[in-house]
């Protein structure tokens, strides 16, 4: 983990006619990690990728892939999302069987293992397994869908799960998915977020470069 700001596009709000093309123009304009968002229609009413996505993403880029898993069960998927290239693997405790036994097989594929909490999830889910997490996602609209507005109330658990980071002493990247802009980077940065998602204001305009340097700006408070 380092202090450094991190800037993850999310690929759901890409032209997916051109993935490749895209994820090019990303890592082109300044991204750190690209952001791959699966959605199972089960735990979020939507669907969206699967391995063959992320195995293509992995082919496009030598930046680290970011596996955002919105699906029940991630157990029975773990193996083939690590084996199309993902670095990193987020799974909901909602969703998990067990969310210990999910954490230490992302680790034992080689993985970096992370865990994300839905806006009504509370902080205190994670006290449990600081030692074996390498990321938390706070994930600051409902799961699924690109485009939604960021909710403010999620601003004080950036801080508690920053504080609860700080105080564990591990090394744990803390990132803030769900309709970030350069409006309020400043502010989740302020109370603890380091890995910036963007979907919608960075795919949704023409010039990425621009899109990720301002969003980049933001969070730095320039
Ligand atoms: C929401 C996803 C997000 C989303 C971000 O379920 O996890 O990654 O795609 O998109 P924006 O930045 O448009 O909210
Ligand atoms: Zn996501």
Request: charged share 25%; hydrophobic share 45%; net charge negative.
């Amino acid at each position: 983990m380092s202090n450094a700001i991190v800037i993850a596009p999310s690929i759901l709000s890409a032209d997916l006619g051109h993935l490749a093309r895209e994820i090019a123009d990303v890592e082109a304009g300044g991204a750190d990690w690209v952001h791959v968002d699966v959605v199972d229609g089960r735990f979020a009413p939507h669907l969206t990728f699967g391995p063959a996505t992320v195995k293509a993403a992995r082919r496009a880029t030598r930046l680290p892939i970011d596996v955002h898993l919105m699906v029940n069960e991630p157990e029975r998927y773990l193996e083939a999302f690590a084996k199309a290239g993902a670095d990193t693997i987020t799974v909901h405790e909602e969703a998990c069987v067990d969310l210990a036994v999910a954490l230490a097989q992302i680790r034992s594929l080689g993985k970096r293992a992370g865990v994300a909490l839905k806006p009504e999830t509370s902080v205190d889910t994670l006290a449990p397994y600081l030692g074996a997490l390498d990321l938390v996602l706070v994930l600051c609209v409902s799961p699924g869908a690109s485009g939604q507005a960021f909710q403010e109330s999620q601003l004080p658990k950036i801080a508690a799960v920053r504080k609860m980071i700080d105080q564990s002493g591990q090394p744990i990247d803390l990132e803030v998915d769900g309709g970030v802009s350069s409006d309020n980077a400043g502010r989740i940065a302020r109370a603890g977020g380091r890995v910036f998602v963007s979907g919608s204001k960075i795919f949704d305009t023409p010039d990425r470069a621009e899109a990720i340097q301002k969003l980049r700006r933001a969070a730095a408070g320039d």
